[in-house]
């Protein structure tokens, strides 16, 4: 079975901190995707990448970045934390790309 | 009003009943997904429709897809307490992009 790990299920940080937050899949996926979720808007993608450096920004990129520097690894970098980024955080992989998503856990973030 | 929009947003019923979600959708689409969310915890793939097909089936799951209404459903026999949770159709347009209704929150009684 695919395995979609998440570094942390709950983090708290405060305002202006820089936050990473990591992925890892076991299952040589060429296809990661970032998601927040928030109550009644459903998931919303912040990034996608389809390759090692590879990445495409979703509907919602503004105040996040992304590092893949390896396949299975996919890291989900808030520059500077802001309290309208509190949510709950949902990484995936699939392939094809179109195909089956597989989620981690969630990361549920609070920015104080 | 985003496409994925899913009907009803909470559904509760009684153990042994069927439960019944409606998923609308805006485009073309390439397949339709459907996903369970048990409260906090990330999303589980349940079945995969793709544009070509009418009706899908995986235990007690049962799928259908209507492209000329733009809509599908999901039908969940003889529900399980275990099946409480919230249930989001995705729709995969042709991009690397898939859309995510806003779900429909599934309440089983014992």
């Known amino acids: 079975d695919v395995k979609v790990t998440q570094s942390s299920r709950y983090l708290v940080k405060r305002t202006g901190e820089k936050v990473f937050l990591e992925c890892v899949q076991d299952?040589?996926?060429?296809?990661m995707f970032w998601y927040r979720q928030d109550p009644g808007l459903g998931l919303r993608l912040i990034y996608f990448?389809?390759?090692?450096?590879?990445?495409e920004k979703g509907d919602i990129p503004e105040g996040y970045s992304v590092s893949r520097e390896k396949k299975e690894r996919f890291s989900l970098i808030l520059e500077s934390a802001s309290t309208n980024q509190t949510s709950m955080y949902l990484c995936a992989s699939s392939f094809p790309v179109q195909e089956t998503q597989y989620f981690g856990p969630g990361t549920r973030l609070l920015v104080l | 009003s985003q496409q994925g929009e899913e009907d009803p947003q909470a559904l509760s019923i009684q153990e042994g009943e069927n439960a019944t979600m409606n998923c609308s959708y805006k485009t073309s689409i390439n397949n339709l997904q459907w996903y369970r969310q048990n409260s906090g915890r990330g999303l589980v793939h349940l079945i995969l429709i793709r544009s070509n097909e009418r009706e899908k089936h995986s235990g007690r799951l049962r799928v259908t897809l209507d492209t000329s209404k733009k809509s599908s459903s999901l039908l969940i026999t003889a529900s399980r307490a275990a099946d409480t949770a919230s249930y989001f159709c995705a729709t995969a347009t042709g991009t690397y992009k898939y859309i995510f209704g806003t779900g429909t929150r599934l309440k089983v009684l014992a």
């Open positions: 990448s389809y390759d090692v450096k590879m990445k």
């Open positions: 299952m040589d996926h060429e296809n």
